[in-house]
Each structure stands twice: as C-alpha cells, then as structure tokens.
Nanobody, 116 residues
Framework: QVQLVESGGGLVQPGETLRLSCAASGSIVRYDAMGWYRQAPGKQRELVARITTTGIAIYADSVKGRFTISRDNAKNTVYLQMNSLKPEDTAVYYC??????????WGKGTLVTVSS
C-alpha cells in the first residue's frame, strides 16, 4: 500500500518560514520525480515545485527565489523550504510523484496559512 504523508504546515505571519516534509512509501522518492502542489479554497490545484530523480528542480514563477525543493532518497522523503511567506501562499500543500499523480492518488495534504 503506497502512502504520501505531508507534514509541517501551520499558521505563520507574512515573511516567516516553514519547512514541509513528505514521507512516501515504496521508495517512490528515489525512483520517480516528485512535486509539491497546492490548492487554495475555490481554486484549482497548481504545481509549486518539482524535482527529478537527478536533482533538477523547477518552480512556479510565484515562488521562485523563495521556495526550495529537495529530496532525501535514503529517507524516502521530499522537503519544501518556504521562506518569505506571503498571504497568497495560503493553501493546502500536497506532494506527489509523477506516476501516482496520473493515477489520481493523493495524500491528505498539510495546511499552510499565512496571515497577519
């Protein structure tokens, strides 16, 4: 049974920092590209960052320079370092692999709220 367990979300003020973690089962992180997605209320889910198995990362324009995606293959875990958070970053954040994504398999996500 595959699992995707996101953690690290919370309530922070603008300008503060959070580090999200995604624990995956079955060596998913090692053998597939991983991405972080987010979905705000009333909006579609969007790709925030993606990292390939060789460590090549891409980011949405809205988070470039502020967010960093990384992976730890030994721990089968993906991280999202989020600096200089803005209210517009408020959303439920999900991690996923390319293969689980196309099968529409998602975890429960972790809520990030950026507010004064």
């Amino acid at each position: 049974q595959v699992q995707l367990v996101e953690s690290g979300g919370g309530l922070v003020q603008p300008g503060e920092t959070l580090r999200l973690s995604c624990a995956a089962s079955g060596s998913i992180v090692r053998y597939d590209a991983m991405g972080w997605y987010r979905q705000a209320p009333g909006k579609q889910r969007e790709l925030v960052a993606r990292i390939t198995t060789t460590g090549i990362a891409i980011y949405a324009d809205s988070v470039k320079g502020r967010f960093t995606i990384s992976r730890d293959n030994a721990k089968n875990t993906v991280y999202l370092q989020m600096n200089s958070l803005k209210p517009e970053d408020t959303a439920v954040y999900y991690c996923n692999s390319d293969r689980l994504n196309v099968m529409n398999f998602w975890g429960k996500g972790t809520l990030v709220t950026v507010s004064s």
